[in-house]
């Protein structure tokens, strides 16, 4: 089974940095993805690490540790449309099958 | 396709009827996800198909709701005497292939469902 954590929401000034951590305990793990979704919206993709380490991609950066069962999604250079729901997502390899489970996310509200 | 299709994008009925949720992946994705999401909520696992086979239904929350997959492409999520606890939308993924590491999983639209 799947457990993760993740905070529920977060505040932050446009132009800022802010980070947001996840914890998960897993029976197998095989990667961890984050999403983002606006309201209304789809969740879109922006990250997946599976090895320990900091994954860059523009603004957005991803980290992971597996022996702690902890990633964190950091932003840079906060925009106003960065104001979203942010799912961690855990792929758990058992049994020769992966299923994909997600936390319950972390509203982002960027203020001017 | 391009996407993932969901169909339809809206749906009210009424309780105790039966709803028919379609989901169309993209083509060639071998992996397929239903969730549910309720208001201001996470995704709720559902079920899990690799090609036309479940071996996780461990999300489906009654025996109300079913759900298949054929020829390994559309899947039909079927929920009978629809209840207004039902009511959230329905949101269906799919990734080319779930036992490779670096495979997201895309996203269609989702089905609003309201039942009155």
């Known amino acids: 089974g799947q457990n993760i954590d993740q905070p529920t929401e977060m505040t932050a000034t446009e132009g800022a940095i802010v980070q947001i951590n996840c914890t998960y305990q897993t029976s197998g793990f095989n990667g961890l993805f984050w999403y983002q979704q606006h309201a209304g919206e789809a969740p879109t993709f922006l990250s997946y690490?599976?090895?320990?380490g900091l994954e860059e991609k523009g603004r957005f950066s991803s980290f992971l540790s597996r022996s702690k069962g902890y990633s964190y999604l950091l932003l840079k250079e906060l925009q106003m449309k960065d104001s979203a729901s942010y799912l961690c997502?855990?792929?758990?390899?058992?049994?020769?099958?992966?299923?994909?489970?997600f936390g319950k996310g972390t509203m982002l509200l960027v203020s001017p | 396709g391009a996407g993932v299709s969901q169909s339809p994008s809206n749906k009210v009925t009424e309780k105790g009827k039966d709803v028919e949720l379609r989901c169309d992946p993209i083509s060639g994705h071998t992996a397929l996800y239903w969730y549910r999401q309720s208001l201001g909520q996470g995704l709720e696992f559902l079920i899990y198909?690799?090609?036309?086979?479940?071996?996780?239904k461990s999300g489906l929350p009654s025996d109300r709701f079913s759900a298949e997959r054929t020829g390994g492409s559309v899947s039909t999520l079927t929920i009978q005497r629809t209840q207004q606890e039902d009511s959230a939308v329905y949101l269906c993924a799919s990734s080319p292939d779930a036992g490779s590491m670096n495979t997201e999983a895309f996203f269609g639209q989702g089905t609003r469902l309201t039942v009155v």
């Open positions: 198909f690799q090609g036309n086979s479940a071996p996780d």
């Open positions: 690490n599976v090895l320990d």
């Open positions: 997502a855990v792929r758990d390899q058992d049994s020769g099958y992966s299923t994909l489970t």
